[in-house]
């Protein structure tokens, strides 16, 4: 086997020129490929109450129905609501849990909901997470146009910020936050049943 001593002797360009130059080969290729990838047009509440009664535009909650219906969300099975997260949905919203975009009928359930690629398409969550997955998901598997897709980033926890802001169901505080609920929730989801 023969060493090419080339490099030792100059004929190629020393290592502290070449790095730099590959460094920028680099940053400018995934600078140019994150422009060409779909992007989702973020929202603030505004554009929310201005746009969820017209024609053509959809509201939709991606969390849980029991969420949406006004159980407030909690940290884990036997945990307390999230602070600050109350349980319920913006008026107007249609519910469109995110789990159940993973199901066979997933197209036509969008469909039934509104979810179309004609339609504007608002997504929100308690913060921002899962709704941002969920446009992912519609532009991925089921070729949505991102300029179709708007991301109310903020979410319940920013609709929430003004007290004008309403959620309904407008009774979905109690149970959800009361001690006692919460005591019979974990009663009977952690396999204890009267405290034995």
Request: proline content about 8%; glycine content about 8%; aromatic content about 12%.
């Amino acid at each position: 086997m023969k060493i090419n001593l080339n490099y030792l002797h100059g004929k190629y360009p020393p290592l502290d020129i070449v790095a730099p130059v590959i460094f920028v080969l680099v940053f400018f290729t995934m600078l140019m490929y994150s422009r060409l990838e779909p992007h989702v047009e973020e929202v603030n509440m505004k554009y929310v109450i201005m746009n969820r009664y017209k024609p053509g535009f959809v509201l939709v909650d991606v969390r849980s129905e029991a969420i949406y219906d006004g159980r407030a969300p909690y940290i884990g099975m036997k945990m307390p609501p999230q602070e600050g997260v109350p349980g319920g949905h913006i008026p107007g919203a249609v519910s469109f849990p995110a789990k159940d975009l993973n199901v066979a009928a997933a197209a036509a359930a969008l469909a039934k909901v509104g979810i179309t690629r004609e339609n504007n398409i608002i997504l929100y969550c308690n913060t921002g997470v899962l709704s941002g997955r969920f446009g992912d998901a519609l532009i991925r598997k089921f070729n949505f146009s991102p300029s179709k897709i708007k991301h109310y980033t903020g979410g319940i926890v920013n609709w929430t910020k003004d007290e004008e802001n309403v959620l309904l169901p407008e009774d979905h505080d109690p149970p959800y936050y009361s001690e006692d609920y919460w005591v019979s929730y974990m009663d009977k989801y952690s396999g204890n049943s009267g405290g034995k």
